[in-house]
């Protein structure tokens, strides 16, 4: 399978706790996008990466949220002393084109309880 | 502010007819525009796109319309199939922004039903 994964697909955890989330993007794909759904939204942009350098970070983005990508291939996105408003889907999009369709991962789901 | 918007959350059509899906944006700076299908549990899957300079793009059953001056884009599905119940998305981006990111801004999406 030569598609975007994420893993973990699923993951609950105690409000306080930090939790970590791993995208691997199509290879050669330059471009890798974070979106965060809830229920009943269309996706939302949370931060983009152009090989291993952040460029956008959506407002949505607080300061208990980071992403990296090390090395321009695999990204990571963590949440510090999770919230129970940060349940949500979680997904990962990579293109290798400026103007063309982003392909999205199966995303992760949090569940902060 | 909801740039794109899907203002019908849900849509039944009977197999073999056509379903229309309809969208609407107000950012004039929006250039490009996909449809995405989503089933549950899954990521959202491209289906069609369009850019602001043509009026139509058509991929087998699918065919997306922009009409640019009343801000509308409409997908087209001809003849709609039992598979094709799912959440579509409409979303745009603008192609040269502040950041050169080609973020997709994207709508709350319409449910659709076909039915046999």
């Known amino acids: 399978d030569t598609g975007v994964s994420q893993n973990p697909r699923h993951k609950i955890t105690k409000r306080g706790q930090n939790v970590t989330f791993r995208c691997d993007p199509i290879?050669?794909?330059?471009?890798l996008y974070w979106y965060r759904q809830t229920l009943g939204q269309g996706p939302e942009f949370l931060t983009y990466?152009?090989?291993?350098?952040?460029?956008?970070k959506s407002r949505l983005l607080s300061d208990r949220f980071s992403a990296e990508r090390p090395k321009g291939s695999f990204s990571t996105l963590e949440i510090q002393r999770t919230e129970q408003g940060d349940s949500a889907m979680y997904l990962c999009?990579?293109?290798?084109?400026?103007?063309?369709?982003?392909?999205f991962g199966p995303g992760t789901r949090l569940t902060v309880l | 502010d909801q740039q794109v918007k899907q203002n019908s959350p849900s849509l039944s059509v009977q197999e073999g007819r056509i379903s229309i899906l309809n969208c609407d944006y107000t950012?004039?700076?929006?250039?490009?525009f996909l449809w995405y299908k989503k089933y549950p549990a899954e990521g959202p899957t491209f289906l069609i796109s369009?850019?602001?300079?043509?009026d139509k793009n058509e991929d087998g059953r699918f065919t997306v319309f922009l009409n640019k001056s009343a801000k509308h884009l409409s997908l087209h599905i001809v003849p709609s199939q039992p598979g094709d119940s799912a959440v579509y998305f409409c979303?745009?981006?603008?192609?040269?922004?502040?950041?050169?990111?080609?973020?997709?801004?994207f709508g709350t999406g319409t449910r659709l039903q076909v039915f046999p």
């Open positions: 999009a990579t293109t290798g084109r400026a103007d063309n369709e982003q392909f």
């Open positions: 290879s050669e794909h330059n471009r």
């Open positions: 990466f152009q090989n291993e350098a952040q460029l956008e």
């Open positions: 950012n004039s700076m929006f250039d490009y």
């Open positions: 369009i850019s602001s300079i043509k």
């Open positions: 979303a745009a981006s603008e192609r040269k922004d502040l950041y050169n990111t080609d973020k997709l801004i």
